[in-house]
């Protein structure tokens, strides 16, 4: 009994994955073509795994499987923004994977393995919990894009996927083996420890650090190493962009907290200027190669790329506030993404994938509600007030003021004014121009409920963010005092 209650942080994971192993088994003696009993015991399995975490949450934090695990505010928030963001993924796709012959097991099992990944890096504080949990959701995704055998679009994406996300996971082991050999530890605590303390090869320590961020940079999608953004983005099928595009995002942000902030907080004056040049030009290329796209899948690919620019910034910053801030942003992001891309599936039908800036002509005109919530959405992912995009930009603004980047600050407000452009754009020919299809727009009534909680979320969230602000501050805070 003493056992098992040691091992109580991990009781999500654990049942997560229990779960997977009775759905791989149930799927086998469902037969019916929509697959309702396997996506119901998924839906519960997110449920249980949200129970779970909040049960199982403490005050302080708990290491287990000899310091390789961590449980603490900071994980268990990701982990329940996680889980709500693939439950959405999957009531909004399920109408559009059906119709295309996707909604198999296979896809919602890889989609659970997907997030036991997100879980283990989000309460990773080992470099190779880290890299195991970085590879159980890549495997997983590098699968999921490839779902679709027939499309050639969705092979060559996932191949591009594949190679480059091998490359980066090479340069990512390959840093830190760096790091192991100048510190003698995997773990984060001691790593940071022994750096603090200086250690005999300091150039070796600045030479690996250069080979993790570029890793992070890669899985983050931010410039010079984001080319298959893009890419990826526009072959999948849209439900599996929604999926990479969402959830992983928080893991992500964690992975860069563990190991940056917790592991090499010491040499911040070295990784915050790596993440300076990471995020101009990230902030820089996503705002103006967006504007060029015709493609909404694409232009969404680029404008994620300018999105995790802006949440590098609050990192940079190297203060609790900036990080605080960077969670905030990053939880936000992930929001206004269901909701753009959940879209993009609800205008979809059979034989047709409404994703290109024609496809939403006019749509005021066929439903005046969608075209209010897509409205929403546009304003603010392009920082708008009052929908709460804006406050995530201005708290991460404001930390980078205060941490002394002001001149930094100041460009990141320009550039986002040109961003503006092709959110707008979206809203002008929602209202203004003429729809170019007059076919009936159905929506199933989970699928219907889900995108105006979004919408309204996002909005309502805007007008009264300090909650959210405060809990995303309070979860950092608490995680780094705390180590």
């Known amino acids: 009994m003493s056992f098992l209650s040691n091992l109580l942080p991990a009781y999500a994971e654990m049942f997560l994955l229990t779960m997977v192993c009775v759905i791989l088994i149930a799927d086998l003696f469902v037969v019916n073509q929509g697959k309702t009993v396997t996506y119901v015991l998924v839906q519960l399995s997110l449920l249980g795994c949200s129970l779970i975490t909040v049960s199982t949450h403490h005050t302080g934090v708990a290491y287990l499987f000899h310091g390789m695990f961590v449980d603490d505010l900071m994980s268990d928030v990701l982990k329940l923004f996680a889980y709500l963001a693939v439950s959405m993924m999957l009531v909004y796709s399920r109408n559009y994977l059906m119709v295309r012959g996707l909604f198999t097991g296979e896809f919602m099992v890889l989609t659970l393995f997907a997030l036991l990944g997100m879980m283990v890096m989000i309460s990773a504080s080992h470099f190779l919990t880290l890299y195991l949990g970085l590879e159980i959701l890549s495997l997983s995704l590098y699968a999921m894009v490839a779902l679709q055998r027939d499309s050639a679009i969705a092979t060559e994406a996932a191949m591009k996927y594949f190679i480059l996300g091998a490359l980066a996971s090479g340069m990512l082991l390959y840093g830190m083996s760096m790091l192991y050999g100048a510190t003698g530890s995997l773990q984060v605590n001691q790593v940071a420890a022994a750096v603090a303390h200086g250690v005999q090869n300091r150039e070796l320590v600045v030479f690996g650090l250069v080979f993790v961020v570029a890793g992070l940079a890669f899985k983050l999608g931010v410039v010079p190493f984001h080319m298959w953004v893009p890419d990826v983005y526009h072959g999948a099928p849209t439900a599996m962009t929604m999926l990479i595009g ?94 753009g891309f959940g879209m993009i599936m609800l205008l979809s039908r059979e034989g047709f994938e409404a994703d290109t800036l024609n496809d939403f002509k006019g749509l005021n005109q066929r439903s005046p509600w969608l075209a209010f919530l897509m409205l929403i959405l546009m304003f603010s992912m392009a920082g708008i007030p009052p929908t709460v995009g804006f406050y995530a930009k201005l708290s991460v603004l404001s930390a980078v003021v205060d941490a002394g980047h002001i001149s930094l600050a100041v460009f990141a407000v320009l550039i986002s004014l040109i961003g503006a452009f092709y959110y707008l754009r979206i809203v002008k020919l929602m209202y203004f121009d003429a729809p170019e299809s007059h076919v009936p727009i159905t929506l199933q009534p989970d699928s219907s409920i889900l995108i105006s909680f979004n919408g309204i979320a996002v909005l309502l969230l805007g007008i009264i963010p300090g909650n959210l602000i405060w809990v995303c501050a309070q979860a950092v805070q608490q995680s780094l005092l705390l180590h």
């Open 246 to 339: 969402s959830a992983p995002k928080l893991a992500a942000f964690a992975f860069v907290m563990r190991i940056l902030a917790e592991g090499m907080q010491p040499l911040v004056m070295h990784w915050s200027s790596m993440l300076e040049i990471l995020a101009v030009l990230s902030i820089t290329l996503g705002n103006i190669v967006a504007i060029s796209q015709t493609n909404l899948k694409r232009m969404f690919a680029y404008s994620t790329i300018a999105h995790m620019g802006f949440m590098l910034l609050g990192i940079l910053a190297g203060n609790l506030e900036g990080y605080g801030a960077a969670m905030f942003y990053a939880v936000v992001y992930v929001l206004m993404s269901l909701g």
